[in-house]
């Protein structure tokens, strides 16, 4: 079993900068590929990034690739997600999750074993 909390999330102005942290608990965290989705009102929920147990491997939502990094420490049971140049498209609830079986190429909202509340980030124009 695996429990996640994001937080980190707010009102940013547009051009701005947040990074959001998602603490897990558990001492499976480490063997588990972790991802970022978010979910727009009115719209379903969709991948932003993904990375590998290991943290040597990630993958990035063409929306945010460039913008965006995801890393983890497993030391600490925490997965972040660094976001720049966020425009008003970015607003949404973002979503941590673990997913124990795909690398992160494959997590998807269907492979996802475990979700967190969500936290939400607002970006204004």
């Known amino acids: 079993q695996v429990q996640l909390v994001e937080s980190g999330g707010g009102l940013v102005q547009a051009g701005g900068s947040l990074r959001l942290s998602c603490a897990a608990s558990?001492?499976?965290?480490?063997?588990?590929?972790m991802g970022w989705f978010r979910q727009a009102p009115g719209k379903e929920r969709e991948f932003v990034a993904a990375?590998?147990?290991?943290?040597?491997?990630?993958y990035y939502a063409d929306s945010v690739k460039g913008r965006s990094t995801i890393s983890r420490d497993n030391a600490k049971n925490t997965v972040y997600l660094q976001m720049n140049s966020l425009k008003p498209e970015d607003t949404a609830v973002y979503y941590c999750?673990?997913?124990?079986?795909?690398?992160?190429?494959?997590?998807?909202?269907?492979?996802?074993?475990?979700w967190g509340k969500g936290t939400l980030v607002t970006v204004s124009s």
């Open positions: 999750a673990a997913d124990g079986t795909n690398p992160p190429r494959y997590v998807k909202v269907h492979t996802v074993d475990y």
């Open positions: 990375i590998s147990w290991s943290g040597y491997s990630t």
């Open positions: 558990g001492r499976t965290f480490g063997t588990y590929a």
